[in-house]
């Protein structure tokens, strides 16, 4: 069973505190939790079970996510399969907790990824096995070798933070048919990638984890706030493991009020999609610019590495090797004045060296990131080896089929003609349902060198 999954420490823990935080009956005085009656208007606790707010978010998701297909199984989100976090990170953290045994679980990671997941399992001290994504635009899983390994999970991000496609659908789907241990799927961009959320999966799979953010699409950075949605028994287990009272009253409020804001949600998730889309398509045609990626929350180009020194100068702040991911330049969405601002910038800068041409080296990976490491000596990697000859074609999904690889690279320099990967795109593909063949990736990245620092 999926509960099975739980550390041993976990599994044998009687919660320590009520998930209630008011005793269950309303007749009852609460002379429980050692507050100071003459306390301010903050003086009691908040709500530890935060139904409230799942209930809020629940109906938020339904109204600004893509639909899954029709015809999965009824299914109710309630805090049994929903748990509010603060934010995405702290749902990482928590996973890392609750499954993953210090010094003996190991974890598979496919680089380049989000540098939090390799900083987790380096505390809690988890081997981890980097297996890099594959295929032209690192959207392909190496299925294989993921689940062959003797890990006790996989975890994802798609959309790829830094890589800023989503990984193809069939991939997701095989790596859940064939890997029995946990798969955790990192989402926190999934509002804006033009694809439903794999948390439609849950109620067939209870090996799956999906973790969400309200910091990015939902605009609401500053509270801090995301979410763990998994089948129950795995939430238990979590809930089990975290903290009391984890959420701040005020916080929720907050939250509760912008949540049931739905046409303004909508909306502002359209104009950071529109904007993102409009700036992409802007960047593709800059000189010195490469490929172009923007199914997420935010645009990756490839760029010569003194691209960004060079937005510097010119005023703007920009990731350059994301995630220790060498030739790539990962920029947010800014105001589009903003956006205009940094495109003139870069129309206007001298044409140095030419964007690299991702013309991927082939062969079979064997540097070091095949290896498994113990957390300790694995600070987030970097470095790129090159390569592929992807021919993606499709996907399925959810339900769902998309089609893969629609014009998501746009040769260097744009001039090419080709139009960059965006989350307008993607919604367009997976509406298609056009079902193709997929196609064997083939090996693209290979992490060599060590990480730059902590990166978001
Ligand atoms: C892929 C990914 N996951 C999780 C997070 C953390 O999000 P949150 O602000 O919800 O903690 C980020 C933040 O940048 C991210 O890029």
Redesign the pocket.
């Known amino acids: 069973m999926a509960g099975g999954l739980a550390r041993e420490v976990i599994r044998s823990m009687r919660s320590a505190f009520p998930f209630d935080s008011r005793p269950g009956r309303h007749d009852l005085i609460n002379l429980r939790d050692n507050e100071n009656p003459f306390g301010g208007p903050h003086r009691h606790y908040p709500d530890n079970r935060n139904g409230d707010l799942v209930a809020a978010y629940a109906r938020a998701l339904d109204a600004v996510e893509i639909a899954p297909a029709p015809g999965g199984p009824e299914w109710h989100w309630g805090a049994d399969s929903i748990l509010i976090?603060?934010?995405?990170?702290?749902?990482?953290d928590l996973i890392f907790r609750t499954f993953f045994e210090p010094g003996s679980d190991a974890v598979a990671v496919t680089p380049p990824?989000?540098a939090?997941f390799d900083e987790l399992a380096a505390v809690y001290r988890i081997a981890r096995h980097p297996v890099p994504l594959l295929g032209e635009n690192l959207d392909r899983l190496d299925v294989g070798r993921l689940a062959a390994l003797p890990v006790k999970g996989v975890i994802l991000?798609d959309?790829?933070?830094p890589t800023g496609t989503c990984l193809a659908p069939e991939d997701v789907l095989l790596l859940l048919d064939s890997f029995r241990g946990l798969v955790v799927i990192?989402e926190?961009?999934v509002e804006c990638s033009g694809r439903p959320s794999y948390r439609h999966l849950i109620p067939d799979r209870p090996n799956l984890v999906v973790?969400?953010?309200?910091?990015?699409a939902l605009g609401m950075?500053a509270l801090?706030?995301?979410a763990v949605l998994a089948h129950p028994e795995l939430l238990l287990a979590l809930r089990k493991a975290r903290l009391p009272f984890a959420l701040p009253g005020p916080v929720t409020a907050q939250a509760m009020t912008e949540l049931s804001q739905l046409a303004m949600l909508r909306g502002q998730i359209e104009a950071f999609a529109g904007e993102r889309d409009r700036f992409a398509a802007e960047l593709a045609g800059c000189p010195r610019v490469g490929r172009v990626f923007a199914e997420?929350?935010f645009v990756t180009i490839e760029g010569d590495p003194d691209l960004a020194a060079e937005l510097r100068r010119a005023g703007f702040d920009t990731m350059p090797e994301p995630m220790g991911w060498p030739g790539h330049v990962r920029i947010s969405v800014g105001r589009p004045s903003a956006n205009s601002r940094l495109i003139a910038a870069l129309k206007a800068a001298p044409r140095a060296a030419q964007a690299p041409k991702t013309t991927p080296e082939t062969g079979p990976e064997t540097g070091p990131g095949t290896a498994p490491e113990t957390a300790p000596e694995t600070a987030p990697e970097t470095a790129q080896t090159p390569g592929t000859t992807r021919t993606a074609g499709t996907a399925h999904s959810p339900g769902v089929t998309r089609e893969t690889g629609t014009g998501a690279s746009t040769g260097a320099g744009a001039g090419a003609g080709v139009e960059p990967a965006t989350g307008a795109k993607t919604r367009a593909a997976w509406a298609l349902r056009t079902a193709r063949t997929a196609q064997a990736p083939q090996t693209a990245w290979s992490p060599r060198s060590q990480g730059k620092g902590r990166q978001?």
Do not use: E, H
Not at 85 to 92: F, I, K, W, Y
Not at 211 to 216: A, E, G, N, P, T
């Open positions: 976090t603060r934010g995405a990170a702290d749902g990482l990824s989000f939090i991000c959309p790829g933070n990192d926190a961009y973790v969400r953010s309200m910091s990015k950075a801090r706030l995301g997420a929350g978001t």
